[in-house]
C-alpha cells in the first residue's frame, strides 16, 4: 500500500468532482455554511461513500490502515471514478499485487505479425516505459529507423524531448495534451511497477522538462487514452496532419501506436505514397 499515493489522488479526485454532480440533499443540507474551495468537502464523500468522516480524513491524511476492496468501490462510486481509476485505486491500496520482473516478457510473435499485417500504416509497439520494443517499415519511412538509436533512446518520452518540433507538433491549443497523456500512462505505470527505478527516472526527466507533464503528473489523471492529433514532419513530404490512435493489446503492458490521416486529405495521400514505398 502507498499510503501517501493513495492519500494525493482520493484528495485530487475529491477536488476535482464539482458539487452539481452529487445530490443536492449530501451537499446543501440545512445550516451548510458557503463553500469556499471547489471540489467536494471531505465529510460528502464521506457520507456518498458510507464511511466516517474521522475514517476518510485519515485516509487523506496518509494514516489510515489498508482500505477494504467494499470501500474502495464504495469511494470509486461516491467520487464517480472511471474503470482506469478505479484499478489504479487498487493498486495504489495494495489490493492488486504489483508487476514484477516475470510480467515484462519478450514483445509476442502475434504482435509482431500484427505490425507486419497494418502494412502501409505506420505503427510501433510501446511498453510501460514508453519505450519502442517493435515498429514496422512503414514507421521506419514515416519517423525513423529505430533500430538505429541505442536502446536507451528509442523511447517516445526522450525523443519528444530532444526532437520536438523537429520530428513532431501539436495543432494549436492543444500543445500539452501529448505531455499530459504521457504522465497518464506513466502514472498507470509507477502504480503497477512502483520499484522500478528506470521509470522513476524517466518521469523524473520529462517531469523537469515540461510543466504539462509534471501537472498532468500531479493531478493525478489516469484517464483512458484518446486519438491524438498532430503534424509528423517529414524530410520529403514535408508537414503530415495525422492522427495517432493508441490502442491497449490485451493481456500485456503494451501499446500499439498508429499514424492515419483524414480519407482524401492531402496527408492521406502523402501517407499512401510513403506506405507503398515502405512495402
Not at 198 to 224: K, M, T
Request: net charge neutral; glycine share 6%; aromatic share 6%.
Amino acid at each position: 500500500m502507498s499510503r501517501g499515493e493513495l492519500a494525493d489522488f482520493l484528495r485530487r479526485r475529491r477536488e476535482a468532482l464539482r458539487p452539481d454532480q452529487v445530490p443536492a440533499t449530501v451537499t446543501h443540507p440545512p445550516g451548510r455554511r458557503a463553500r469556499r474551495t471547489p471540489g467536494l468537502r471531505r465529510e460528502e464523500v464521506a457520507d456518498l461513500a458510507g464511511v466516517s468522516v474521522n475514517y476518510y480524513e485519515r485516509l487523506e491524511q496518509a494514516r489510515a490502515p489498508r482500505p477494504s476492496p467494499q470501500v474502495l468501490a464504495a469511494l470509486g462510486t461516491a467520487l464517480r471514478l472511471t474503470v482506469a481509476e478505479r484499478e489504479h485505486l487498487a493498486r495504489l491500496a495494495g489490493q492488486v499485487p504489483p508487476g514484477t520482473d516475470a510480467d515484462r516478457g519478450p514483445v509476442p510473435g502475434e504482435a509482431h505479425r500484427l505490425l507486419d499485417r497494418l502494412g502501409p500504416i505506420p505503427a510501433y509497439l510501446l511498453d510501460e516505459r514508453q519505450s519502442i520494443v517493435a515498429w514496422n517499415d512503414a514507421a521506419v519511412a514515416l519517423i525513423m529507423d529505430f533500430g538505429l538509436l541505442p536502446v536507451e533512446e528509442r523511447n517516445i518520452v526522450r525523443l519528444s524531448i530532444r526532437l520536438c518540433e523537429v520530428l513532431w507538433s501539436a495543432p494549436a491549443g492543444t500543445e500539452g495534451e501529448f505531455a499530459r497523456q504521457v504522465a497518464a500512462q506513466l502514472r498507470a505505470a509507477s502504480a503497477r511497477y512502483p520499484t522500478d527505478r528506470a521509470l522513476g527516472e524517466l518521469i523524473n526527466e520529462f517531469a523537469a522538462h515540461s510543466p504539462d507533464f509534471a501537472a498532468g503528473w500531479r493531478d493525478h489523471d489516469v484517464r483512458p487514452i484518446a486519438t491524438l492529433r498532430k503534424y509528423v514532419c517529414h524530410p520529403e513530404l514535408g508537414k503530415l496532419e495525422l492522427d495517432c490512435q493508441t490502442l491497449l493489446l490485451p493481456g500485456t503492458d503494451l501499446r500499439l501506436v498508429m499514424y492515419t490521416a483524414e480519407p482524401g486529405s492531402p496527408s492521406a495521400a502523402a501517407l499512401a505514397r510513403l506506405g507503398a514505398r515502405s512495402e
